[in-house]
Protein backbone atom coordinates (compact mmCIF):
# COMPACT_ATOMS: atom_id res chain seq x y z
CA UNK A 1 0.00 0.00 0.00
CA UNK A 2 0.94 3.62 -0.83
CA UNK A 3 2.31 5.48 2.85
CA UNK A 4 2.89 2.08 4.05
CA UNK A 5 6.44 2.60 5.46
CA UNK A 6 7.01 -0.66 7.33
CA UNK A 7 9.64 -1.86 9.37
CA UNK A 8 11.53 -4.20 8.28
CA UNK A 9 11.81 -7.80 9.52
CA UNK A 10 14.87 -8.64 11.48
CA UNK A 11 17.44 -10.50 9.47
CA UNK A 12 18.51 -14.41 10.98
CA UNK A 13 21.38 -13.03 12.92
CA UNK A 14 22.23 -13.51 15.95
CA UNK A 15 20.32 -15.47 19.43
CA UNK A 16 17.61 -12.97 19.88
CA UNK A 17 15.96 -13.24 16.69
CA UNK A 18 15.72 -17.20 16.69
CA UNK A 19 14.73 -17.10 20.21
CA UNK A 20 11.90 -14.57 19.45
CA UNK A 21 9.99 -16.56 16.95
CA UNK A 22 10.64 -19.97 18.73
CA UNK A 23 7.69 -22.89 17.98
CA UNK A 24 6.41 -25.01 20.23
CA UNK A 25 8.61 -27.65 19.24
CA UNK A 26 11.63 -25.26 19.68
CA UNK A 27 12.25 -25.40 15.67
CA UNK A 28 11.99 -21.98 13.71
CA UNK A 29 10.17 -21.21 10.09
CA UNK A 30 11.84 -19.32 7.68
CA UNK A 31 10.06 -17.86 4.45
CA UNK A 32 13.00 -19.43 2.49
CA UNK A 33 14.96 -21.90 4.70
CA UNK A 34 17.82 -22.48 2.14
CA UNK A 35 18.48 -19.11 2.35
CA UNK A 36 20.89 -17.32 5.61
CA UNK A 37 19.14 -13.77 5.24
CA UNK A 38 15.37 -15.15 5.12
CA UNK A 39 12.70 -13.75 6.81
CA UNK A 40 11.47 -15.44 9.74
CA UNK A 41 7.64 -16.98 9.19
CA UNK A 42 5.12 -16.33 11.36
CA UNK A 43 3.93 -18.91 13.62
CA UNK A 44 -0.25 -19.50 13.86
CA UNK A 45 -2.24 -22.61 14.86
CA UNK A 46 -3.89 -23.94 12.40
CA UNK A 47 -7.32 -23.16 13.78
CA UNK A 48 -5.80 -19.13 13.49
CA UNK A 49 -4.74 -20.02 10.11
CA UNK A 50 -8.02 -20.63 8.70
CA UNK A 51 -9.84 -18.30 10.64
CA UNK A 52 -7.86 -15.29 9.69
CA UNK A 53 -8.41 -16.56 6.02
CA UNK A 54 -11.85 -17.27 5.82
CA UNK A 55 -12.50 -13.59 7.04
CA UNK A 56 -10.39 -12.38 4.37
CA UNK A 57 -11.60 -14.26 1.75
CA UNK A 58 -15.33 -12.85 2.77
CA UNK A 59 -13.91 -9.36 2.73
CA UNK A 60 -12.26 -10.18 -0.56
CA UNK A 61 -15.51 -11.12 -1.90
CA UNK A 62 -17.66 -8.83 -0.47
CA UNK A 63 -15.87 -6.09 -2.22
CA UNK A 64 -15.13 -7.53 -5.86
CA UNK A 65 -19.10 -8.38 -5.90
CA UNK A 66 -20.73 -5.28 -4.57
CA UNK A 67 -18.33 -2.65 -6.56
CA UNK A 68 -19.49 -5.37 -9.97
CA UNK A 69 -22.84 -4.68 -8.61
CA UNK A 70 -22.13 -0.90 -9.28
CA UNK A 71 -20.15 -1.18 -12.43
CA UNK A 72 -22.58 -3.86 -14.18
CA UNK A 73 -25.88 -0.83 -13.31
CA UNK A 74 -23.96 2.16 -14.29
CA UNK A 75 -22.46 0.03 -17.37
CA UNK A 76 -26.15 -1.84 -18.97
CA UNK A 77 -28.84 0.82 -18.07
CA UNK A 78 -28.53 3.40 -20.68
CA UNK A 79 -30.51 5.95 -18.27
CA UNK A 80 -27.26 6.09 -16.09
CA UNK A 81 -24.71 6.52 -18.57
CA UNK A 82 -23.90 10.56 -17.41
CA UNK A 83 -20.90 12.47 -16.78
CA UNK A 84 -21.34 11.61 -13.01
CA UNK A 85 -21.63 8.01 -12.98
CA UNK A 86 -19.16 7.69 -15.21
CA UNK A 87 -17.01 8.47 -12.32
CA UNK A 88 -18.66 6.67 -9.76
CA UNK A 89 -17.72 3.84 -12.29
CA UNK A 90 -14.19 4.57 -12.17
CA UNK A 91 -14.07 4.68 -8.53
CA UNK A 92 -15.73 1.42 -8.42
CA UNK A 93 -13.37 -0.09 -10.43
CA UNK A 94 -10.72 0.81 -8.68
CA UNK A 95 -12.38 -0.29 -5.16
CA UNK A 96 -13.02 -3.76 -6.56
CA UNK A 97 -9.32 -4.35 -7.54
CA UNK A 98 -8.82 -3.36 -3.91
CA UNK A 99 -10.90 -6.26 -3.09
CA UNK A 100 -8.19 -8.85 -4.69
CA UNK A 101 -5.40 -6.64 -3.41
CA UNK A 102 -6.90 -7.65 0.30
CA UNK A 103 -6.32 -11.19 -0.44
CA UNK A 104 -2.58 -10.78 -0.84
CA UNK A 105 -2.25 -8.38 2.03
CA UNK A 106 -3.68 -11.08 3.86
CA UNK A 107 -1.14 -13.45 2.83
CA UNK A 108 1.39 -11.11 3.98
CA UNK A 109 -0.18 -10.53 6.86
CA UNK A 110 -0.88 -14.29 7.77
CA UNK A 111 1.98 -15.81 6.65
CA UNK A 112 3.96 -12.83 7.39
CA UNK A 113 6.60 -13.76 4.18
CA UNK A 114 6.40 -12.46 0.39
CA UNK A 115 7.26 -15.76 -2.03
CA UNK A 116 7.39 -13.87 -5.39
CA UNK A 117 10.37 -12.09 -5.56
CA UNK A 118 11.70 -8.25 -5.34
CA UNK A 119 10.21 -7.86 -9.24
CA UNK A 120 6.66 -9.11 -8.36
CA UNK A 121 7.05 -6.89 -5.16
CA UNK A 122 7.79 -3.76 -7.47
CA UNK A 123 4.62 -4.41 -9.68
CA UNK A 124 2.61 -5.07 -7.20
CA UNK A 125 3.44 -2.14 -5.26
CA UNK A 126 2.82 0.17 -8.26
CA UNK A 127 0.02 -1.86 -8.73
CA UNK A 128 -1.60 -0.72 -5.26
CA UNK A 129 0.13 2.64 -5.12
CA UNK A 130 -1.76 3.51 -8.79
CA UNK A 131 -5.30 2.06 -6.67
CA UNK A 132 -4.66 4.73 -4.20
CA UNK A 133 -3.51 7.68 -5.96
CA UNK A 134 -6.26 7.28 -8.56
CA UNK A 135 -8.97 7.12 -5.99
CA UNK A 136 -8.35 9.88 -4.57
CA UNK A 137 -8.13 11.55 -8.29
CA UNK A 138 -12.01 10.56 -8.66
CA UNK A 139 -12.75 11.84 -5.65
CA UNK A 140 -11.36 15.14 -7.15
CA UNK A 141 -13.16 14.80 -10.42
CA UNK A 142 -16.41 14.09 -8.40
CA UNK A 143 -16.17 16.94 -6.51
CA UNK A 144 -15.60 19.50 -9.38
CA UNK A 145 -17.89 17.68 -11.10
CA UNK A 146 -20.54 18.66 -8.12
CA UNK A 147 -19.29 22.00 -7.88
CA UNK A 148 -20.32 22.65 -11.55
CA UNK A 149 -23.52 21.17 -11.18
CA UNK A 150 -24.94 22.92 -8.07
CA UNK A 151 -22.92 25.78 -8.24
CA UNK A 152 -22.93 26.78 -12.44
CA UNK A 153 -25.95 24.78 -13.52
CA UNK A 154 -26.58 26.30 -16.52
CA UNK A 155 -23.26 25.70 -17.67
CA UNK A 156 -22.88 22.19 -16.55
CA UNK A 157 -24.74 20.73 -20.02
CA UNK A 158 -21.55 22.35 -22.10
CA UNK A 159 -19.04 21.92 -19.63
CA UNK A 160 -19.33 18.10 -18.71
CA UNK A 161 -19.83 15.94 -21.49
CA UNK A 162 -19.36 12.25 -21.62
CA UNK A 163 -16.60 12.57 -23.50
CA UNK A 164 -14.61 14.87 -21.94
CA UNK A 165 -15.73 12.78 -18.73
CA UNK A 166 -14.16 10.16 -20.46
CA UNK A 167 -10.66 11.94 -21.11
CA UNK A 168 -10.30 13.03 -17.55
CA UNK A 169 -10.69 9.99 -16.48
CA UNK A 170 -7.69 8.33 -18.50
CA UNK A 171 -5.65 11.12 -18.07
CA UNK A 172 -6.45 10.89 -14.49
CA UNK A 173 -5.30 7.16 -13.84
CA UNK A 174 -2.34 7.85 -16.69
CA UNK A 175 -0.91 10.58 -14.01
CA UNK A 176 -1.62 8.06 -11.16
CA UNK A 177 0.23 5.14 -12.88
CA UNK A 178 3.12 7.73 -13.50
CA UNK A 179 3.73 9.20 -10.46
CA UNK A 180 3.07 5.65 -8.63
CA UNK A 181 5.74 3.91 -10.84
CA UNK A 182 8.39 7.03 -9.96
CA UNK A 183 7.20 6.47 -6.50
CA UNK A 184 8.00 2.58 -5.71
CA UNK A 185 11.56 2.87 -7.86
CA UNK A 186 12.73 5.30 -6.01
CA UNK A 187 11.90 3.19 -2.46
CA UNK A 188 14.22 0.29 -3.99
CA UNK A 189 11.39 -2.24 -4.29
CA UNK A 190 12.65 -3.93 -7.34
CA UNK A 191 16.26 -4.95 -6.03
CA UNK A 192 17.16 -5.32 -2.64
CA UNK A 193 20.23 -7.30 -2.57
CA UNK A 194 22.25 -4.62 -1.87
CA UNK A 195 20.13 -3.56 1.42
CA UNK A 196 21.59 -4.71 4.84
CA UNK A 197 18.09 -3.77 6.22
CA UNK A 198 15.79 -6.37 4.42
CA UNK A 199 15.74 -10.04 4.51
CA UNK A 200 14.49 -12.32 1.83
CA UNK A 201 10.73 -13.14 2.06
CA UNK A 202 9.75 -9.26 2.86
CA UNK A 203 7.66 -6.72 0.59
CA UNK A 204 7.54 -2.98 1.40
CA UNK A 205 7.75 0.67 0.72
CA UNK A 206 10.84 1.77 2.68
CA UNK A 207 11.81 5.37 1.55
CA UNK A 208 13.03 8.61 3.32
CA UNK A 209 11.17 11.17 5.36
CA UNK A 210 11.46 13.91 3.18
CA UNK A 211 9.71 11.43 0.50
CA UNK A 212 7.13 10.67 3.08
CA UNK A 213 6.88 14.29 3.68
CA UNK A 214 6.63 15.38 0.02
CA UNK A 215 4.45 12.27 -1.09
CA UNK A 216 2.01 12.89 1.43
CA UNK A 217 1.40 16.69 0.51
CA UNK A 218 1.07 15.77 -3.57
CA UNK A 219 -0.96 13.17 -3.31
CA UNK A 220 -3.34 13.78 -0.02
CA UNK A 221 -2.96 16.99 1.34
CA UNK A 222 -3.49 18.86 -1.65
CA UNK A 223 -6.32 17.00 -3.05
CA UNK A 224 -7.77 16.87 -0.14
CA UNK A 225 -7.83 20.42 0.77
CA UNK A 226 -9.64 20.88 -2.59
CA UNK A 227 -12.30 18.46 -2.54
CA UNK A 228 -13.11 20.04 1.02
CA UNK A 229 -12.81 23.46 -0.48
CA UNK A 230 -15.38 22.50 -3.38
CA UNK A 231 -17.49 20.93 -1.15
CA UNK A 232 -17.95 23.69 1.18
CA UNK A 233 -18.51 25.73 -1.67
CA UNK A 234 -21.55 23.58 -3.03
CA UNK A 235 -23.12 22.94 0.37
CA UNK A 236 -23.05 27.09 1.10
CA UNK A 237 -24.96 27.29 -2.80
CA UNK A 238 -27.51 24.47 -1.66
CA UNK A 239 -28.27 26.52 1.59
CA UNK A 240 -28.53 29.82 -0.41
CA UNK A 241 -30.63 27.97 -2.82
CA UNK A 242 -32.85 26.52 -0.60
CA UNK A 243 -33.64 29.76 0.87
CA UNK A 244 -34.55 31.44 -2.36
CA UNK A 245 -36.80 28.75 -3.10
CA UNK A 246 -38.52 28.94 0.44
CA UNK A 247 -38.79 32.79 -0.18
CA UNK A 248 -40.23 31.70 -3.63
CA UNK A 249 -42.97 29.62 -2.82
CA UNK A 250 -43.82 31.85 0.22
CA UNK A 251 -44.47 34.32 -2.26
CA UNK A 252 -46.99 32.10 -4.47
CA UNK A 253 -44.44 31.25 -6.58
CA UNK A 254 -44.76 27.97 -8.84
CA UNK A 255 -41.29 26.57 -9.22
CA UNK A 256 -41.53 23.18 -9.02
CA UNK A 257 -39.18 22.20 -12.16
CA UNK A 258 -36.59 23.94 -10.51
CA UNK A 259 -36.49 23.25 -7.11
CA UNK A 260 -36.98 19.33 -8.06
CA UNK A 261 -33.87 19.69 -10.26
CA UNK A 262 -31.90 21.66 -7.52
CA UNK A 263 -32.98 19.11 -5.15
CA UNK A 264 -31.65 16.37 -7.15
CA UNK A 265 -27.96 17.97 -7.79
CA UNK A 266 -28.09 18.47 -3.83
CA UNK A 267 -29.05 15.22 -3.26
CA UNK A 268 -26.25 13.86 -5.67
CA UNK A 269 -23.57 16.00 -3.63
CA UNK A 270 -24.60 14.68 -0.31
CA UNK A 271 -24.32 11.03 -1.49
CA UNK A 272 -21.35 12.03 -2.86
CA UNK A 273 -19.76 14.18 -0.23
CA UNK A 274 -20.54 11.24 2.29
CA UNK A 275 -18.11 9.08 0.38
CA UNK A 276 -15.48 11.90 0.02
CA UNK A 277 -16.28 12.02 3.85
CA UNK A 278 -15.93 8.38 4.82
CA UNK A 279 -12.95 8.22 2.24
CA UNK A 280 -11.18 10.79 4.45
CA UNK A 281 -12.31 9.41 8.00
CA UNK A 282 -10.92 6.18 7.00
CA UNK A 283 -7.33 7.61 5.52
CA UNK A 284 -6.66 10.61 7.62
CA UNK A 285 -5.13 8.24 10.51
CA UNK A 286 -3.45 5.85 8.34
CA UNK A 287 -1.15 9.04 6.96
CA UNK A 288 -0.69 10.62 10.09
CA UNK A 289 0.31 7.37 11.61
CA UNK A 290 2.36 6.78 8.83
CA UNK A 291 4.81 9.65 9.30
CA UNK A 292 4.66 9.31 12.99
CA UNK A 293 6.77 6.93 15.63
CA UNK A 294 3.79 4.24 16.37
CA UNK A 295 4.49 0.53 16.17
CA UNK A 296 3.79 -1.80 13.27
CA UNK A 297 0.25 -3.24 15.11
CA UNK A 298 -1.61 0.60 14.32
CA UNK A 299 -0.36 0.87 11.15
CA UNK A 300 -1.54 -2.56 9.73
CA UNK A 301 -4.50 -1.66 11.63
CA UNK A 302 -5.33 1.31 10.01
CA UNK A 303 -4.29 -0.24 6.60
CA UNK A 304 -6.90 -2.86 6.91
CA UNK A 305 -9.81 -0.13 7.84
CA UNK A 306 -8.19 1.66 4.64
CA UNK A 307 -8.98 -1.71 3.09
CA UNK A 308 -12.73 -2.17 4.31
CA UNK A 309 -13.64 1.86 2.55
CA UNK A 310 -13.55 0.11 -0.53
CA UNK A 311 -16.59 -2.27 0.47
CA UNK A 312 -18.31 0.92 2.10
CA UNK A 313 -18.81 2.73 -1.05
CA UNK A 314 -21.69 0.40 -2.78
CA UNK A 315 -23.56 0.53 0.61
CA UNK A 316 -23.60 3.93 0.54
CA UNK A 317 -25.41 4.43 -2.61
CA UNK A 318 -27.41 1.59 -1.76
CA UNK A 319 -28.94 3.73 0.76
CA UNK A 320 -28.96 7.19 -0.84
CA UNK A 321 -29.88 6.28 -4.27
CA UNK A 322 -33.20 4.12 -4.91
CA UNK A 323 -32.31 3.35 -8.86
CA UNK A 324 -29.39 1.08 -7.30
CA UNK A 325 -31.89 -0.71 -5.55
CA UNK A 326 -33.53 -1.29 -8.85
CA UNK A 327 -30.73 -2.21 -10.83
CA UNK A 328 -29.21 -4.72 -8.15
CA UNK A 329 -33.23 -6.06 -8.39
CA UNK A 330 -32.90 -6.51 -12.40
CA UNK A 331 -29.02 -8.07 -11.90
CA UNK A 332 -29.62 -10.71 -9.10
CA UNK A 333 -32.69 -11.70 -10.83
CA UNK A 334 -31.14 -12.22 -14.41
CA UNK A 335 -33.46 -9.65 -15.89
CA UNK A 336 -30.37 -7.67 -17.51
CA UNK A 337 -30.36 -10.52 -20.22
CA UNK A 338 -33.84 -10.22 -21.29
CA UNK A 339 -34.20 -7.96 -24.51
CA UNK A 340 -34.15 -4.23 -24.36
CA UNK A 341 -33.94 -4.57 -20.68
CA UNK A 342 -31.03 -1.70 -21.06
CA UNK A 343 -33.56 0.67 -22.16
CA UNK A 344 -35.69 0.33 -18.90
CA UNK A 345 -36.22 3.30 -16.97
CA UNK A 346 -35.38 2.76 -13.47
CA UNK A 347 -36.31 5.97 -12.57
CA UNK A 348 -39.67 5.19 -13.12
CA UNK A 349 -41.94 4.76 -9.77
CA UNK A 350 -44.29 2.05 -10.33
CA UNK A 351 -47.70 1.89 -8.29
CA UNK A 352 -47.67 -0.59 -5.68
Not at 72 to 90: D, G, Q, R
Not at 194 to 205: L, N, P, S
Not at 222 to 239: E, G, K
Amino acid sequence: MKGQYEEPNKLLTGGDSIMAYETEDHETQYCFPAINSSCIKGKRSRHEYYMMYMFFSLLSAWTVFLNLLVIISISHFKKLHTPTNLLIVSLAVADMLVGIVILIEATKLIDTCWYFGDTSCGIYSIFVTVLVSGSLGNLVLIAVDRYVAVCHPLLYPQKITTTKTLLTICLCWFYSSAYSTCFVINSGCFNTSHRTDVCQGECAIIITFAWRVTDLILTFVSPCALIISLYMRIFYVVNQQVKVINSLMNGGKSVMDGSRRRKSESKAALTLGIIVTVYLLCWIPYYICSISAVSSTIINFLSWVVYINSGLNPLIYALFYPWFKKTVKHILTLKILQPASSLVNIFTVHPS
